[in-house]
């Protein structure tokens, strides 16, 4: 599998302020998700991160609050915009080659919101 | 969409007992079953993953069963031990729906030493 880093791995941010995640992959993968874990719950897919054009959103997320992007087939962006307590949570890239449906994980970026 | 029940919430084992987790799917079109193993503060790590073609999987003190007819599939962990003390998730994906995973709600497996 492909070796991913996400940065920044935790970050304390005021309401109202927007913080960019970044989602790096050592080498060129066709899938990009992104992926919302809720203290003590499961995974919940946010958005399918398209490489050169407009990410896919799940029920119940919206671009305007979560911006995504991907330039490239290594690297994509997550922003959690105009932040609120209830955005807490740890935000998980994962990846997937074409190959294959296996789909590995960063390591996570916890975000408390104050 | 996709929709994933997983059983039990928790669980709490003798050490060298066997663990089972159960996890249904709602969706025939399903066609690939990963479980991940989470650990306090650390990623959901792969640990075993079936897909519709085949039945049962193993592999060393782990393994998986599908019975597509009744859309349930299971992990098996044998001869557990205190290393094996964390959150496994089922998870549910159809080819061809961009390798989405729709996900359980977790088990907490803890081993008693």
């Known amino acids: 599998s492909a070796v991913i880093s996400q940065k920044p791995s935790r970050d304390i941010c005021q309401r109202g302020t927007s913080l960019t995640i970044q989602c790096q992959v050592d080498s060129q993968v066709t899938m990009m998700f992104w992926y919302r874990q809720q203290p003590g719950q499961s995974l919940t897919l946010i958005a399918t991160a398209n490489q050169g054009s407009e990410a896919t959103y799940e029920s119940g997320f919206v671009i305007d609050k979560f911006p995504i992007s991907r330039p490239n087939l290594t690297f994509s962006t997550l922003t959690v915009s105009n932040m609120s307590p209830e955005d807490s949570s740890i935000y998980l890239c994962s990846e997937s080659t074409s190959s294959t449906d296996t789909q590995y994980f960063g390591p996570g970026t916890r975000l408390t919101v104050l | 969409g996709e929709n994933v029940e997983q059983h039990p919430s928790t669980l709490s084992v003798q050490e060298g007992d066997s663990a089972v987790i159960k996890c249904t799917y709602s969706?025939?079109?399903?066609?690939?079953f990963p479980w991940y193993k989470q650990e306090l503060g650390k990623r959901p790590q792969l640990i075993i993953d079936?897909?519709?073609?085949?039945g049962e999987k193993k592999d060393q003190r782990i393994a998986v069963t599908l019975n597509k007819t009744a859309k349930h599939f299971s992990l098996h962990i044998t001869e557990t031990q205190p290393e094996d003390s964390a959150v496994y998730f089922c998870?549910?994906?159809?080819?061809?729906?961009?390798?989405?995973?729709?996900f359980g709600a977790g088990t907490t497996v803890t081993v008693r030493a």
């Open positions: 969706d025939s079109a399903s066609n690939y």
């Open positions: 079936i897909r519709s073609n085949v």
């Open positions: 998870a549910a994906s159809i080819k061809g729906n961009d390798y989405k995973l729709s």
